[in-house]
């Protein structure tokens, strides 16, 4: 699973309905299953993390899978070894799934092609790489708007004709690229809103048309707020990373919270009963005000981290279940 650009609304529900069955068994007093029992995991992070990483160990275990930690800093990558061979390493202690994070775009479709070359019959799934993709927190967004949606019967086709905004550092986005493909794909009406450094002059067009469906996704940008929050049910906002001032695409934190940034009275154009996104760390008082955050009846960020562990037990049991250690 490297990226959501070729998944169906088939294929999406039954990410949401695996998930509902897992949300249930977290409810239990003993919230654990033996359904990777014998699996061994591997959660290789060469990017610092802390919600993905704990989240997929965390449903890893309470699959009753095995889970092999790695960590660059005191790996043999610090001698030179390569990633490949780092991979090929968990290959041989029996790894039959792979959960990889990267700071450079590609590198989980590298290691999932070396996998194939050698007919491990590893899976590959995709925990965030540099700018392009971040399937599993856009499947946990998913859930979590499915679930506010319907609670008792949660699906994708509660999203046909919602408006989602999302704001924010768009075109450095993992998050977002990933949230385009699976909102648009349910029929949810996506608007951006940025900057124009941050979200350069058609954009979604362009997005839009590397579907194999071009021109049937409705993603509609724009270079100020009010329109892309004006009736909107969801507003997602995404981490603005403080290198952008560096790099002279924003003059100021200040100056972006200003035009930008999430408060209460900006909510106000909105659908009643809009409900916040963030898929954190988040800048507090830059793209989410306190009192928004910290506001239960309007911010899903902590939902969003409880759904991200049932999300991604889903996950690793569509692509574990059958493996073994003795395959």
């Known amino acids: 699973m490297l990226s959501l650009a070729d998944f169906t609304l088939t294929e999406l529900e039954t990410v ?3 998930a509902v069955s897992f949300r249930e068994v977290l409810s239990r007093r003993t919230p654990k299953v033996p359904a990777l029992q014998g699996v061994v995991v591997t959660t290789m992070f060469f990017e610092s993390s802390t919600r993905t990483r704990s989240s997929f ?21 610090s001698k030179g070894e390569t990633i490949l061979d780092t991979a090929k390493t968990y290959l041989a202690m029996g790894a039959n799934l792979m959960v990889i994070r990267h700071q450079d775009s590609g590198v989980p479709q590298v290691i999932a092609r070396a996998m194939d070359q050698l007919n491990s019959g590893v899976g590959v799934l995709n925990a965030g790489d540099g700018l392009h993709a971040h399937p599993s927190q856009a499947l946990l967004d998913l859930f979590t708007l499915a679930l506010v949606l319907n609670p008792d019967n949660p699906s994708t086709s509660l999203l046909q004709g919602k408006k989602i905004a999302i704001i924010g550092d768009i075109l ?11 909102l648009s794909t349910c029929g949810a009406e996506v608007h951006l809103a940025a900057p124009p450094t941050l979200l350069p002059p058609g954009f979604a067009e362009a997005f839009a048309n590397q579907s194999d469906r071009p021109g049937e996704r ?21 981490r603005l990373q403080r290198e952008r001032m560096a790099q002279h695409l924003l003059p100021s934190l200040r100056e972006y919270q200003q035009h930008f940034g999430l408060t209460r009275d900006r909510l106000i154009c909105c659908r009643p009963g809009v409900r916040i996104l963030h898929p954190g760390p988040v800048n507090r008082g830059v793209e989410i005000s306190s009192d928004l955050m910290d506001d239960s009846s309007l911010s899903l960020i902590s939902d969003q981290v409880r759904n991200g562990v049932a999300v991604r037990m889903a996950l690793l049991y569509l692509m574990g279940v059958g493996k073994t250690a003795s395959e």
Request: charged share 10%; proline share 4%.
């Open 57 to 77: 160990e965390l449903a890893a275990k309470r699959l009753s899978a095995e889970v092999l930690n790695f960590t660059p800093g005191t790996s043999s990558l």
């Open 16 to 18: 949401v309905q695996t």
């Open 218 to 238: 409705s993603i509609v940008q724009h270079s100020s707020l009010a329109p892309a929050l004006h009736q909107a049910d969801f507003v997602m906002a995404l």
């Open 172 to 182: 450095h986005s993992r998050v977002a690229r990933s949230n385009l493909w699976s």
